[in-house]
């Protein structure tokens, strides 16, 4: 079982819809990040979490610490949004110098 | 400020060739991480170098080394190439280590093994 697991795994929209993408994972961590993967390989850091929410723009990240789960949305989604979207945690403890991924979610936006 | 770059953009290679993919992080970074993303997964953690030591290192085999130079640039070497090796090859910076704050990631080396 993998210990960071993301929902759904694909997901299709039409723009303007609120998306919500689920991160669960199983070790204790010091901070949960959100990425983003456009085709073609490049990753940009979305947020970095340790408790509560945060929110830029059009995204919001929360994460449950108690319930080891966080969640991405997006408001108002466009066809821009359209990438793989990625959940990468940081354990506490001896193993806190590597993210471990989860596999990512394809979101699709139709216009 | 320069972002974080990685070199050459494709490679391919044939089993049993050694490659080097070399990465330049962005300015003032200290640490690089090395992550291999093979089709449809998530990236795994290959190794961290922290100021040219290697500081821990992911489930790869010892034919997966790397180096990191004075100026915080790094190489990834393989060794030995395998049809599994094939897999797009990302490195990020970040400052100090354990990087509690965000790490930088480079565009990435697609690597197919023939």
């Known amino acids: 079982k993998n210990e960071v697991e993301q929902s759904p795994q694909n997901l299709t929209a039409q723009e303007g819809e609120f998306i919500t993408i689920n991160c669960s994972y199983s070790v204790g961590i010091s901070a949960l990040h959100w990425l983003q993967q456009h085709p073609g390989g490049g990753i940009v850091s979305l947020f970095m979490l340790s408790s509560g929410k945060k929110k830029h723009g059009r995204l919001i990240a929360t994460i449950n610490i108690q319930e080891k789960h966080s969640s991405l949305h997006i408001t108002a989604s466009h066809p821009r949004d359209s990438a793989v979207y990625i959940c990468a945690v940081r354990e506490s403890g001896g193993s806190n110098y590597k993210l471990t991924f989860g596999k990512g979610t394809l979101l699709t936006v139709n216009p | 400020e320069t972002g974080v770059t990685q070199s050459p953009t494709h490679l391919i290679k044939t089993r049993g060739q050694q490659v080097t993919l070399r990465c330049s992080s962005q300015s003032g970074h200290n640490t690089v991480s090395w992550y291999q993303q093979a089709l449809g997964q998530g990236p795994q953690f290959i190794f961290q170098y922290y100021r040219e030591e290697e500081n821990g290192r992911g489930n790869f085999p010892p034919r997966f080394s790397g180096l990191q130079f004075p100026n915080y640039s790094s190489e990834l070497n393989v060794n030995a190439l395998e049809l599994d090796d094939s897999a797009l090859y990302l490195c990020?910076?970040?400052?100090?280590?354990?990087?509690?704050?965000?790490?930088?990631f480079g565009p990435g080396t697609r690597l197919t093994v023939l």
């Open positions: 990020a910076s970040s400052l100090g280590l354990a990087a509690r704050g965000t790490q930088y």
